[in-house]
């Protein structure tokens, strides 16, 4: 099972108030864990990423094992930690200012 934390208005969107557990097929990375992710829950298709590029969002980054995967390929194997369930994969609503 993978583990997953959501920001709060995407918990409020899916209405969950913890961790998300995930069966994924295939090999544990990005795009597959999101696939996964978004197959559950249809209403975040487009929330994370662009649903006609796959690109992740602005504003949107990407933890595990203390590593900031955000500008990791998609296709990018996760880190063991997290295909094992021992860490959590991470969606981060990043914020901004000046």
Request: charged fraction near 25%; charge should be negative.
């Amino acid at each position: 099972m993978i583990r997953v934390v959501l920001p709060a208005h995407l918990k409020t969107l899916t209405h969950v108030s913890g961790e998300v557990e995930l069966e994924v097929t295939g090999p544990v990375c990005q795009r597959t864990v999101l696939d996964a992710l978004e197959a559950r829950y249809p209403v975040l298709v487009g929330t994370i990423r662009d649903p006609a590029t796959q690109r992740r969002r602005p504003f949107i980054r990407f933890f595990a094992c203390e590593q900031d995967l955000s500008h990791a390929t998609p296709d990018e194997p996760l880190p063991r930690d997290v295909e094992t369930g021992r860490e959590v994969f991470f969606v981060i609503g990043a914020m901004a200012g000046g």
